[in-house]
T-cell receptor, first 119, second 114 residues
């Protein structure tokens, strides 16, 4: 399958600092990438849709000023958690789809995820 | 809005036996996709199998098969000949036609016993 690489795999930061997470599609171009958040023992919740060359689309309840998304190229999207606080500690994971049928998505490949701990 | 329900928080199976993980969905769009992912303790999401709403046959990928019952809005995952390495969280997800967004169920933790 297609490869999506996410970096870093884990990060510990101090409260009040910002953290940048990268998501790269290694062997395909992705005009759209997705950022999910997963709390321990819970499901993945979509945070935002990252659109190449335009503003990200955020899901209801997600603070766009706190979770900055930049999709500057067809293979890279970044999520920056600004002024991080302990409640932002979570598992963040991105996904992208390399191809689709005429009317419906067929596969979405995920990065390895980033475990963020804010102390 | 789409909704995915996984009613089994945890399942146990003996090695080499088959196991079925339940998933029901609710969507108003006639075009949709159904996905199953495996998430081991390391956290990565591993794509297992996909079923399109217009697909006539049940999807199969190696030891994985999807029991698609459209009228019941059911998309159960069947794992045959379970292996110890199959122990993980399993998530069912759906996307509606034209969208690449996925909506996930709460997951089922599968434990394979030797």
């Amino acid at each position: 399958g297609a490869v999506v690489s996410q970096h870093p795999s884990w990060v510990i930061c101090k409260s009040g600092t910002s953290v940048k997470i990268e998501c790269r599609s290694l062997d395909f171009q992705a005009t759209t990438m997705f950022w999910y958040r997963q709390f321990p023992k819970q499901s993945l919740m979509l945070m935002a849709t990252s659109n190449e060359g335009s503003k990200a689309t955020y899901e209801q309840g997600v603070e766009k000023d706190k979770f900055l998304i930049n999709h500057a190229s067809l293979t890279l999207s970044t999520l920056t958690v600004t002024s991080a606080h302990p409640e932002d500690s979570s598992f963040y994971i991105c996904s992208a789809s390399p191809y689709r049928r005429a009317w419906v998505n067929t596969e979405a490949f995920f990065g390895q995820g980033t475990r963020l701990t804010v102390v | 809005a789409q909704k995915i329900t996984q009613t089994q928080p945890g399942m146990f199976v003996q090695e080499k036996e088959a196991v079925t993980l339940d998933c029901t969905y609710d969507t108003s769009d006639p075009s949709y996709g159904l996905f199953w992912y495996k998430q081991p303790s390391s956290g990565e999401m591993i794509f297992l199998i996909y079923q399109g709403s217009y697909d006539q046959q049940n999807a199969t990928e190696g030891r994985y098969s999807l029991n698609f019952q459209k009228a019941r809005k059911s998309a159960n995952l069947v794992i045959s000949a379970s292996q110890l390495g199959d122990s993980a969280m399993y998530f069912c997800a759906t996307s509606e036609g034209g969208s690449e967004k996925l909506v996930f169920g709460k997951g089922t933790k599968l434990t394979v016993n030797p």
